[in-house]
């Protein structure tokens, strides 16, 4: 289904009810005296560049020959564990792993658990960029590695993101316009006095129960059904947190549609795909109710693992998408620079 793109509501702006005109942002600072100029026009390349332009400029394979002895070095990503958290890798022409040593280098965020890392081969060098998500939307640090097969940390970034809550239809679009406004009436749920165990959902490392109770007209029927809010807890891997609605029982009459509805698959260990989720929230507009899913942070999102915003509907038995968040990454900006011995200016993100 194609979104209408002109009729796209930005999260900013007067969309929020802002009126003041948006911050300009901070210089760029100067490089220290005396870096290497490759490095700084690599560093002030990667802040002109998109997160598209980063996914077509980087790779997680490459060969060069990083300490110029005439043999060419293997470069690769390797992804660990069940958060898969990636590293760099570097083996020899003849197989050998090449260890490069672990350096503190004051990241107050570690290694960005549960981001990714690729390489950028530019003049002849070898670069890591580490990102805060999946993708190549965030960027975070770039640092290159010398042919003694040191890191040699260079430029570290402040990326963001721009979204846009988009109509599936032309004729949604009031209600997209309406949400990111403030103009609709949500429906809160009432908690539960004791919440009680899903034992649909057995998430590893973690807990499922049903915390709340809603009656509400959810399927536009004209009539007011009860339906029970439900939250996934886990630890495991990266973590995950999932908000859903379902009936008590968790079988027949609304179920399979609620399931539909918000895209779920109660047979899964992780019945939909979010797993950062804030809670769901049922909103009126007009004489029309609507779910409303979303991130803890889809408004601003820190990595791709938030981008998310939906809002649904149900009616005539019928689940279809009615609003759904858009995102770009813009340049990141450039805010430090690695002086041998600390990040200047200096900075405490």
């Not at 100029?37 to 998109?50: I, P």
Request: with cysteine.
């Amino acid at each position: 289904m194609k979104p209408h793109g002109l009729l796209s509501v930005l999260l900013t702006g007067a969309a929020l009810g802002a009126s003041a005109a948006p911050p300009v942002p901070p210089a760029i600072p100067e490089p220290p005296a005396g870096m290497d100029q490759l490095d700084v026009a690599l560093c002030r390349s990667l802040a002109a560049g998109t997160g598209e332009t980063l996914a077509k400029r980087t790779v997680t394979a490459a060969a060069l020959d990083l300490d110029g002895d005439g043999q060419v070095e293997q470069l690769s990503v390797a992804d660990e564990g069940t958060a898969h958290v990636e590293s760099y890798q570097i083996r020899r022409a003849d197989g050998r792993a090449v260890e490069v040593p672990p350096l503190d280098l004051g990241y107050p965020d570690g290694a960005f658990f549960g981001g990714s890392v690729r390489w950028l081969v530019a003049n002849g060098r070898a670069y890591v960029l580490t990102f805060a998500g999946r993708g190549t939307g965030y960027l975070a640090y770039a640092s290159r590695i010398t042919g003694a097969f040191r890191e040699r940390p260079l430029c570290r970034f402040q990326p963001h993101a721009t979204v846009s809550l988009r109509p599936a239809r032309k004729a949604d679009a009031p209600v997209c316009r309406a949400l990111g406004a403030g103009k609709v009436r949500f429906l809160p749920p009432d908690p539960l006095a004791a919440p009680r165990d899903d034992k649909r959902f057995d998430p590893p490392g973690g807990t499922a129960r049903l915390v709340a109770r809603l009656k509400a007209d959810v399927d536009n029927s004209r009539r007011r059904s009860e339906v029970f809010q439900g939250e996934i807890s886990s630890g495991a891997g990266a973590g995950c947190e999932i908000s859903y609605y379902d009936t008590a029982a968790g079988r027949g009459g609304l179920h399979p549609a609620l399931m539909r509805l918000q895209g779920m698959n109660d047979r899964d260990t992780y019945p939909s795909g979010g797993c950062r989720d804030d809670r769901a929230r049922w909103f009126r507009l007009g004489n029309r109710v609507y779910l409303e899913t979303r991130s803890t942070e889809s408004i601003a999102p820190t990595a791709e693992a938030y981008e998310y915003h939906t809002v649904s509907i149900l009616e005539h038995g019928r689940a279809r998408t009615v609003c759904k968040a858009a995102y770009t990454h813009p340049a990141p900006r450039l805010t430090a620079w690695w002086d041998g011995a600390a990040w200047t200016p200096s900075t405490s993100r």
